[in-house]
């Protein structure tokens, strides 16, 4: 096993770290976006995700608590997203999650096998594995708002206000919701809201 303090495995948890830093703040941002333009639900996708990411950082941080009080010098790339547009936005989104998990911990974990650091490979893949669903949920978002089918669907006659819960039935959510008077943004179609 090669020495932690001089592995690539070590500078790759700090860029993981990073990475999942910067990606959190981008959705908070993205969050902002979609949230100006009505589309709550999505103001909350993002939202969720950049939660996660947050526990993914502090997952990533724990494996570094060795060093806490030094600096750990990285080279690393990330983007700068400052699109105006929620769609742009979660294309973009899933562009990112599908590199995390195609390229960058997938190599990532691959460093860390070969230097001996299994436990942190399998953090890796793991990590990896949920960057796959988020790439997988941001496209089916963005597939919805840019075909136009987010707020209506051929097969769906349940929706959720996802600010006071009511259940309103037809294919296509409601304007207002007739419980609550929130927007049509705050919808969800039944099947695909939380805990049910």
Known sequence: MKNFNESQTKENLMRAFAGESQA??????AASVAKKEG??????????????EK?????????????SG???????????EMETS??????????HEAAEHDEIYSGFAKVAREEGFN??????DKIASIEKIHSNRFKKYADELENGSLFKKVNNDQWMC???????????????????????????????????
């Open 24 to 29: 959190r703040n981008r959705y908070n941002i």
């Open 119 to 124: 436990e942190i490979a399998t953090l890796f």
């Open 55 to 67: 526990a993914h950082a502090k997952e990533f941080m724990k494996r570094l608590k060795e060093f």
């Open 39 to 52: 589309y709550t639900i999505l103001q909350d996708l993002f939202n969720y995700t950049a939660n996660q």
């Open 86 to 95: 929620t769609l742009v936005l979660l294309k973009a989104a899933e562009k």
């Open 162 to 196: 996802t600010n006071c819960g009511y259940i309103y039935e037809g294919i296509e959510a409601p304007e207002a919701c007739p419980v609550c008077a929130h927007p049509k943004g705050y919808f969800i179609p039944f099947e695909n809201s939380p805990f049910e």
């Open 70 to 80: 030094e600096e750990i010098t990285i080279t690393a790339s990330y983007p700068a």
